[in-house]
């Protein structure tokens, strides 16, 4: 596409935030965007669904800081806050952890030339999101990977289910075995800028991994996004599934860290 690191970077951040602003623009939560933060206020507890997307502070960082956790303290929620390569002021995260907040995740920002890309064949496991039976599964798969209590299950399929068909521009994935059992998910984004594709929430089950399976729903979202006319896919991986984007194609870019109120899963 010809542009330099700097907006490549930006792309990432924008298609992060244009897809995670999704979770406050449910109609049961707030999408808020005060004093240069942008922040999720979502009534599911439990993580991710609380989130401050983007910080780019000019005035008294401190003091907006403190106001957003005490917002979500009063609401009594799990809650994250992410700083990506262009947050304002530099020092973001030492000054989150001054409030509070530990490092829980330290993500990298991919990138990968579509025009450039040699798809792997396709696997007969992995289909398009489909019916409800499908937007079911998928929410369960979910719920699984982020260790959603009982309580909030029922938000997290109705989030899942109201930002489906028209309502946003996306693709949901699974991968599913010939007894019927869902292995794995993912999410195709194109909410971000034009041309520009993104990769969300892929997981596979523990005991199905090692078979294929997440590269085989990366090849069907990164067709699907030449499909629709993308020249660039973009992601930000966890630190175990680097070395998969790598083998499809993705090059690291920059680093995302994740601070937050508790660990992102139990086993972390």
Not at 10 to 35: C, K, M, N, T, Y
Not at 202 to 219: C, H
Request: with cysteine; net charge negative; proline share 6%.
């Amino acid at each position: 596409m010809g542009e330099g690191a700097g907006d490549l970077i930006e792309q990432i951040e924008d298609a992060f935030v244009a897809q995670w602003s999704h979770f406050g623009r449910w109609p049961p939560a707030q999408l808020r965007d005060e004093d240069g933060v942008l922040w999720t206020e979502n009534p599911i507890t439990h993580l991710p669904y609380n989130a401050v997307l983007r910080t780019r502070v000019t005035g008294d960082a401190d003091a907006v800081i403190a106001r957003v956790i005490e917002r979500y303290r009063e609401r009594d929620v799990a809650f994250m806050w992410l700083e990506h390569p262009t947050a304002r002021p530099d020092d973001l995260g030492l000054r989150l952890r001054a409030h509070g907040l530990e490092p829980v995740e330290f993500a990298t920002g991919m990138s990968l030339e579509l025009d450039e890309w040699e798809p792997r064949p396709a696997s007969p496991l992995v289909r398009e999101v489909r019916d409800d039976d499908d937007l079911r599964a998928y929410a369960g798969l979910i719920m699984r990977y982020w260790e959603v209590p009982p309580d909030d299950r029922p938000l997290v399929e109705d989030l899942n289910r109201y930002w489906s068909g028209g309502r946003t521009r996306g693709h949901r994935f699974i991968a599913v075995a010939e007894d019927g059992t869902t292995l794995g998910k993912g999410y195709l984004s194109l909410a971000g800028r034009p041309g520009v594709a993104a990769i969300f929430g892929m997981s596979v089950l523990p005991e199905a991994r090692g078979r294929g399976i997440g590269a085989a729903l990366t090849t069907a979202m990164l067709s699907r996004a030449r499909e629709a006319g993308c020249g660039r896919a973009v992601l930000h991986s966890s630190e175990g599934a680097v070395s998969l984007y790598r083998r499809a194609g993705f090059v690291e870019r920059c680093p995302l860290t994740v601070y937050a109120t508790t660990p992102l899963w139990s086993d972390k």
